[in-house]
């Protein structure tokens, strides 16, 4: 059977190309050197999984591996062109990923894959979402506004708040990372083959 590719080049600092395979016993990697590397499957200790979007990749989407005694691996589904320009891979990069899973599952059967945020950053945006909530109710009730000669002000303020609230807990709740089996990856996780928006 023939393996699962995957091609690519980060950025501007990259050499060329590199290529990912999956291999039955082991993650593949070539540079543009033409230098093999094998990393086996038992050997990988987390996958994170998740949606990164920047400036210049709207679509962009992670693959973070961690071997054991390595530094981490991170595989995106963009391409650089050159000048800033970027090139969505997404029909060759879901299958690739599906295809490491599948061999990591296999490997690792207790292993769970990471959704979203890493604790450490998900924490620090919780502090800063936090902030800004605390000192947008802060405004809304320190500041003068023609509203506030009304005699129903406060409630209306008051249900402002209210409807604040759920917002930021749903925000808070659908951000959370959370692992999830590797045979059970959300869509949500990946990109759509197709480049459909989901």
Same mark, same amino acid.
């Not at 949606?51 to 981490?72: C, D, G, I, S």
């Given at each position: 059977? &023939?393996?699962? @590719?995957?091609?690519?080049?980060? +950025?501007?600092?990259?050499? +060329? =190309?590199?290529?990912?395979?999956?291999? *039955?016993?082991?993650?593949? #990697?070539? !540079?543009?050197?033409?230098?093999?590397?094998?990393?086996?499957?038992?050997?990988?200790?987390?996958?994170?999984?998740?949606? &990164? /979007?920047?400036?210049?990749? /709207?679509?962009?989407?992670?693959?973070?591996?961690?071997?054991?005694?390595?530094?981490?691996? =991170?595989?995106?589904? !963009?391409?650089?062109?050159?000048? !800033?320009?970027?090139?969505?891979?997404?029909?060759?990069? #879901? *299958?690739?990923?599906?295809?490491?899973?599948?061999? $990591?599952?296999?490997?690792?059967?207790? #292993?769970?894959? %990471?959704?979203?945020?890493?604790? @450490?950053?998900?924490?620090?945006?919780?502090?800063?979402?936090?902030? !800004?909530?605390?000192?947008? $109710?802060?405004?809304?009730?320190?500041?003068? #506004?023609?509203?506030?000669?009304?005699?129903?002000?406060? %409630?209306?303020?008051? +249900?402002?708040?209210?409807?604040?609230?759920?917002?930021?807990? +749903?925000?808070? $709740?659908?951000?959370?990372?959370?692992?999830?089996?590797?045979?059970?990856? *959300? =869509?949500?996780?990946?990109? *759509? =083959?197709?480049?459909?928006?989901?």
């Amino acid at each position: 059977m &023939e393996p699962v @590719k995957y091609v690519s080049r980060w +950025g501007a600092i990259s050499r +060329g =190309e590199r290529e990912w395979r999956v291999e *039955p016993d082991a993650l593949v #990697t070539r !540079g543009a050197s033409g230098h093999e590397r094998r990393y086996p499957w038992k050997d990988f200790v987390s996958v994170r999984l998740c949606h &990164e /979007p920047t400036r210049a990749q /709207p679509w962009r989407y992670v693959f973070e591996l961690q071997p054991r005694h390595n530094r981490k691996i =991170e595989i995106y589904n !963009g391409h650089f062109l050159g000048g !800033g320009k970027y090139e969505e891979r997404s029909a060759s990069y #879901t *299958p690739f990923v599906r295809a490491a899973l599948t061999r $990591l599952a296999e490997a690792n059967p207790k #292993t769970q894959a %990471l959704i979203g945020e890493t604790p @450490k950053r998900y924490f620090l945006l919780l502090l800063a979402s936090l902030l !800004g909530l605390g000192a947008l $109710l802060y405004v809304l009730v320190a500041v003068r #506004t023609p509203l506030d000669a009304l005699p129903f002000a406060n %409630l209306v303020k008051l +249900g402002v708040i209210l409807l604040m609230l759920p917002i930021f807990w +749903g925000w808070v $709740l659908k951000a959370m990372p959370r692992g999830v089996a590797l045979e059970a990856i *959300p =869509e949500r996780a990946l990109p *759509p =083959e197709n480049g459909a928006p989901r």
